[in-house]
């Protein structure tokens, strides 16, 4: 079983930058792809990035191409999600999970969710 948890959020202006981190442990050999997802009040959490966490080839969600990262640091145990450029419609939950089957652009395709970070961009 693996367990993570999120940090990093937190309130900043339009423009700014911020960097969540999701900490791994327990069967960490078992992570096979790392998503990032956000869900905003009232909204489906969506598909945001994902990392491949033996090569470390990544994939985006459209709006966010271009501004965010997403990276791993495989001695830590940790996926980054580094957050360039914020606007005001990133404002959301993001979680991290680790993908169990299926697509890694479905939400039901991973499990191990971790609690969330809220992030909050202000206009």
């Known amino acids: 079983q693996v367990q993570l948890v999120e940090s990093g959020g937190g309130l900043v202006q339009a423009g700014g930058s911020l960097r969540l981190s999701c900490a791994a442990s327990g069967r960490t050999l078992n992570i096979p792809v790392m998503g990032w997802f956000r869900q905003a009040p009232g909204k489906e959490r969506e598909f945001v990035a994902a990392?491949?966490?033996?090569?470390?080839?990544?994939t985006y969600k459209d709006s966010v191409k271009g501004r965010f990262t997403i990276s791993r640091d495989n001695a830590k145990n940790t996926g980054y999600l580094q957050m360039n450029s914020l606007k005001p419609e990133d404002t959301a939950v993001y979680y991290c999970?680790?993908?169990?089957?299926?697509?890694?652009?479905?939400?039901?395709?991973?499990?191990?969710w971790g609690q969330g970070t809220q992030v909050t961009v202000s206009s």
């Open positions: 990392i491949i966490w033996s090569s470390g080839s990544t």
């Open positions: 999970g680790s993908l169990r089957s299926g697509s890694l652009y479905y939400k039901s395709s991973y499990t191990n």
